[in-house]
């Protein structure tokens, strides 16, 4: 009886500053894996395109029109074009889009280039595919229409692309900015690699944590469950011991590992931004209420009333406005505390419920005519609005001493230069060297045993390509006392139906 084993591979790789640049990475890689006799090889989720920012786009908030800023549609736009287009429909063409039987756009003329569908990203991962005799599998962010799509394409060294998936259900930040894909892309793909024949499937990232999206590759009879992902965290090799176990299937697992000064700069982190930004030198009069009491005093230069809150003052005379509840009397409109900026931060006052003033209080500070502790009239100051309706005061003279000037209130890093504690050159290095995601990729054979990785805080320039023999017999083996597909599925009791997709092994 022949031999059915194979020599897999995972990379542990990270996306470059830009598209093109991880493509010729992903060539290279291959080429590597290539001279180790690695026959299937798997990037991680998201590899060619890059996962989303952490939390999200930038300035992407909801609900107040302050959670918006201008960072989040040029972050939006900046992602959007990294993303890559394999020419496929929003719909998803499936066959006919594997096939290349979709229309091809006009040609430029009898001497321009052949009219193709996409970006020219398909046929560049077909040629690496080709001219290394590797069978490759890795995660894009695709385009389609005007939407983003997290996907795995399937390229095989002699037929090309043969299939591919869009993540069925993007979780956490994905869900903002990634569309859902057709469960009918669950579809097992049938090949031969190296001459043995294989049935292999992809459930992406948080996927693989569906129990019936993962039963519905079980029932297909996969012997190779490709898995690649953006999460690092502890479950996570668990899962994919667990994902043997069921299955009866070998698993292949990569995930990024990055650290912070190597992400791509239009999904690396920064400061959070801020809503446009006020200028104050004294506060304005108060304006009468309709009931005849006093209303809040406003600056003249917003749009609204703020709302009552508790003023604290930092050590480096700062002050800072928390948002509170506020009381009202007959004599008197919602007022802040009447404690001074410098007993709110001593004690736990900072928190009590805010009191009515005595007339000639403003904004939190005693008026000359109200206390002789009083401050009189505020100092010229930048009002930095944040995302939660917070405003954040800072004196113009402190902000000058920062290098912020007026002309910056307005700038997403202005909050953090204020608010920021001194670091040095050091902190700032060991930010940069902050590991976003640390890896965890892994070979777990048909038998649950992990026979490569996990890998931590190791990308694939340092080393970070896993490779291992296994035996897809184990697969058939496996299934003498657990086939949750076969004999123990009990298909006269329980029933599992997915739309567009049939689940019978395919031929």
């Given at each position: 009886m022949s031999s059915r084993k194979l020599t897999v591979a995972v990379a542990q790789s990270h996306p470059l500053e830009t598209t093109a640049q991880t493509l010729a990475a992903l060539t290279r890689t291959t080429q590597q894996a290539a001279a180790r006799g690695v026959q299937l090889l798997l990037f991680p989720e998201a590899y060619l395109g890059g996962y989303p920012p952490s939390g999200g786009v930038r300035g992407s908030g909801s609900g107040s029109g302050r959670a918006r800023t201008a960072?989040?549609?040029?972050?939006?736009l900046q992602y959007f074009q990294s993303a890559v287009d394999l020419g496929d429909t929003p719909a998803g063409a499936g066959d006919d889009w594997v096939a290349r039987r979709l229309p091809l756009p006009a040609a430029a003329g009898a001497d321009g280039p052949r009219p193709r569908r996409g970006d020219g990203t398909r046929e560049a991962l077909e040629q690496t595919a080709r001219a290394t005799g590797v069978f490759v599998v890795t995660g894009v962010v695709e385009r389609a229409g005007a939407g983003l799509y997290g996907a795995a394409v399937y390229v095989c060294p002699r037929h090309g692309v043969l299939g591919k998936r869009r993540k069925v259900m993007p979780t956490g930040a994905e869900r903002l900015i990634w569309a859902q894909g057709s469960a009918a892309t669950l579809k097992a793909i049938t090949t031969r690699i190296a001459g043995v024949p294989v049935t292999l499937a992809a459930a992406i990232g948080g996927e693989n944590y569906m129990p019936l999206l993962r039963q519905s590759l079980y029932?297909?009879?996969?012997?190779?469950?490709?898995?690649?992902?953006?999460?690092?965290?502890?479950?996570?090799?668990?899962?994919?011991?667990?994902v043997a176990c069921e299955g009866r299937t070998v698993v292949l697992s990569a995930n990024r590992c990055v650290r912070r000064k190597r992400l791509p700069s239009g999904i690396r982190p920064g400061p959070a931004p801020l809503a446009a930004a006020t200028t104050n030198s004294a506060p304005a009069e108060p304006e009468p209420s309709s009931s005849g009491s006093q209303a809040v005093p406003r600056d003249q230069t917003q749009a609204a009333p703020r709302r009552g809150s508790v003023v604290t003052r930092t050590a480096l005379n700062h002050e800072i406005?928390?948002?509170?509840?506020?009381?009202?009397s007959p004599d008197s409109s919602l007022v802040l505390d009447e404690e001074s900026p410098d007993d709110v931060i001593a004690g736990e006052s900072a928190r009590a419920e805010p009191r009515p003033l005595a007339p000639g209080s403003v904004h939190g500070h005693r008026s000359e005519a109200g206390s002789s502790r009083g401050t009189g009239r505020r100092r010229e100051s930048i009002v930095l609005k944040t995302f939660d309706d917070h405003d954040v005061i800072v004196a113009v003279a402190a902000a000058s001493s920062l290098g912020l000037g007026k002309a910056d209130h307005d700038h997403e890093s202005t909050v953090a230069a204020i608010t920021a504690e001194p670091q040095s050159?050091?902190?700032?290095?060991?930010?940069?060297?902050?590991?976003?995601?640390?890896?965890?990729?892994?070979i777990v054979n048909a038998k649950g045993d992990v026979v490569?990785?996990?890998?931590?805080?190791?990308?694939?320039?340092?080393?970070?390509?896993?490779?291992?023999?296994?035996?897809?017999?184990?697969?058939?083996?496996?299934?003498?006392?657990l086939d949750l597909a076969g004999s123990c599925s009990r298909n006269d009791s329980f029933k599992l139906t997915v739309d567009g997709l049939d689940l019978s092994p395919p031929p």
């Open positions: 960072a989040g549609p040029e972050q939006s029932c297909q009879h996969v012997q190779v469950y490709l898995a690649p992902t953006a999460d690092g965290r502890d479950p996570w090799l668990p899962l994919m011991r667990t406005i928390w948002p509170a509840r506020a009381k009202s050159a050091a902190a700032g290095n060991e930010e940069d060297d902050e590991l976003r995601c640390r890896g965890g990729s892994c490569a990785g996990p890998l931590w805080g190791v990308d694939v320039d340092d080393g970070g390509l896993l490779v291992a023999e296994v035996d897809l017999d184990d697969c058939i083996r496996g299934r003498l006392d």
